[in-house]
């Protein structure tokens, strides 16, 4: 099924909303957080089944993944929330570890006749435990945020001040005299 294309429609509203979002460059991205995990949550929620499954053989090429096809998805939002694997992102909130994923999608714009709109399949939703193992596996674990944070404020903050401010009462932190200073 999918959004009709523009000559397939006649000219009147319709054509006017299609033509719009044609124009949009922000869809909706499937990452690698979907693979073999494969929750079909965010297909009961597309409104214009825009998002896909590999039949094809190159298997190395597109894993066992969801994709969304980038010109039919209205960008509506409506499959994020629905994802318990936190594998959907707008495009360009993709996170950097995840950038080779936008190009996947948009891979079912050349190969459309290897992809099927995917069905909804009810599952059980993953624990909080085996969507942050996910998330290790795939890289974008808690140690990758801890890391990124670590250098963050290494590069920003002078170590020897920080450890100066933090060994001082509050009081001598700041400007401002203490209450029994003030006496």
Known sequence: ?????????????????????????????????????L???????CPVDC????TGDDKAKFPNQLYIHPDECIDCGACEPEC???AIFEESAVPEIFKDDIALNHATLEMHDQFKVALFQKKEH??????????????????RVVSAMSKILAQSID?????????????????????????
């Open 1 to 37: 099924m999918g959004v009709p294309r523009s000559s397939e429609l006649r000219p009147g509203p319709q054509l006017r909303i299609i033509a719009k979002v044609e124009d949009q460059q922000m869809p909706w991205t499937i990452t690698r957080l979907c693979r073999d995990c």
């Open 39 to 45: 929750d079909t949550g965010c297909v009961s929620v």
């Open 51 to 54: 998002i896909y499954e590999y």
């Open 84 to 86: 318990p694997w936190q």
């Open 126 to 143: 993953p624990s909080p435990e085996q969507i942050a193992a996910n998330k290790v596996k795939s890289g974008h674990g808690p140690e």
């Open 159 to 183: 170590e020897g001040a920080l450890m100066e401010a933090c060994s001082k009462p509050r009081h001598e932190q700041c400007s401002t005299p203490s209450p029994k200073a003030r006496r």
